[in-house]
C-alpha cells in the first residue's frame, strides 16, 4: 500500500477505535487492517495504538499524528466534494461558518437571496466564534466562513465585507447621558456590559481601550449581542453593542446611544477561505453575490 492509503486506514482506526469496526468502514479484512497499522508504525519507528479488550486507543504520539492526518482527509474529502458539485450549479451542498450575531442581523437576508437563486443547493449553516470557524476552514469543514476582522492568517484568502461600528448604549435611567459628550475613558466608571471576553468584537472593544491606557473590567459579561441589548434596556449599565445591529432598538426609544468624545474605529465583517485550495461553483457564487451586494 502506499503511504496515502496506510493514512486513510490509521485514520478509520482512530476514529472507530477497532480495527474489526475499521475493516467493515473501508471493506477490507481484519488481518489487511491490522498488517497496515504494522508497516505504517514500523515505518514512523513509533507506536500509535494501544491495543485494549475493547478496541485500540492512540498513543500520545498517535494522537500528534491524528490531528494532521484527519485535516488532511479532510481537505481531501472537501476536494472530491467540491469536484462533484461542480455540475454547472444543478447540485452540490455549500457548507458556511458564521456566529449568531452575524447570521441574524447581516448574514440572512443573503441566504435567502442565494436559495431563492439556488434552491438545489443544499446549505450547512454552522454558528461558533470567530477563532473556531477559522480553524474549521483551515481543516477543511467549511467551505467559507463569515467572521469579525481583523484576524491575521497567511493560509486564508480574507475579504472584507461590510463595516461596523460599536458604540455604548443605555436604558432610560442613563437618557441623561445622550445629551452630553463624556469623555469616552470616562464610561469605566459605570457598569459596563460586555460580551465574554472569547469574542472578537469584545476583544477589538478591550484593545481599543488599552491603547488609550484604560484597562475594561465589565461588571456583567454575556453570550449574545441581544441578551446585550435587554440588559441595556433593563438599566443594568451601558451596553457595548454593534450600532448596525441595534438601530431597531435605539430608533423605537428603548436604549440610547451614548454620546462620547471620541469613537472607537470601525472595523469589518469579512469573508475567508482556505487561500491555496479553489472554492468550489456553489461557493464561489455565494462570495460574488456576498461581495457585490455590499459594493452597490
Do not use: W
Amino acid at each position: 500500500m502506499n503511504k496515502l492509503d496506510l493514512y486513510r486506514i490509521f485514520n478509520q482506526v482512530a476514529i472507530s477505535e477497532s480495527f474489526s469496526k475499521a475493516a467493515r468502514s473501508l471493506y477490507m479484512s481484519q488481518p489487511a487492517i491490522s498488517q497496515s497499522i504494522l508497516q505504517l508504525e514500523e515505518e514512523l519507528g513509533v507506536r500509535l495504538f494501544t491495543r485494549t479488550h475493547r478496541g485500540v486507543l492512540l498513543t500520545s504520539e498517535g494522537k500528534l499524528l491524528f490531528q494532521h492526518v484527519n485535516a488532511g482527509i479532510s481537505l481531501i474529502k472537501s476536494g472530491e466534494q467540491k469536484i462533484h458539485d461542480s455540475k454547472n450549479l444543478i447540485e452540490g451542498r455549500l457548507k458556511i461558518g458564521v456566529g449568531d450575531t452575524i447570521l441574524r442581523y447581516y448574514l440572512l437576508e443573503y441566504l435567502e437571496k442565494y436559495h431563492r437563486l439556488y434552491p438545489q443547493i443544499r446549505l450547512r449553516i454552522i454558528n461558533r466564534t470567530t477563532m473556531e470557524l477559522k480553524e474549521m476552514v483551515k481543516s477543511g469543514d467549511l467551505d467559507i466562513a463569515i467572521i469579525n476582522l481583523p484576524i491575521e492568517d497567511k493560509s486564508l484568502e480574507i475579504y472584507k465585507a461590510k463595516r461596523i461600528q460599536d458604540i455604548f448604549v443605555a436604558g432610560s435611567s442613563y437618557k441623561g447621558f445622550t445629551k452630553k459628550n463624556m469623555d469616552i475613558k470616562d464610561l469605566v466608571n459605570y457598569p459596563l456590559i460586555m460580551l465574554d471576553n472569547r469574542s472578537r468584537s469584545r476583544q477589538y472593544v478591550e484593545s481599543y481601550f488599552l491603547s488609550i491606557g484604560v484597562k475594561i473590567d465589565p461588571e456583567i459579561e454575556l453570550g449574545s449581542h441581544d441578551l446585550l441589548l435587554e440588559f441595556a434596556k433593563a438599566g443594568l449599565g451601558i451596553a457595548s453593542v454593534v450600532k448596525e445591529y441595534s438601530m431597531e432598538h435605539i430608533n423605537s426609544g428603548s436604549i440610547y446611544e451614548i454620546n462620547t468624545k471620541g469613537t472607537i474605529p470601525q472595523r469589518n465583517i469579512g469573508v475567508c477561505h482556505l487561500k491555496d485550495v479553489s472554492l468550489s461553483p456553489s461557493a464561489r457564487k455565494f462570495l460574488d453575490i456576498l461581495l457585490k451586494s455590499e459594493k452597490m
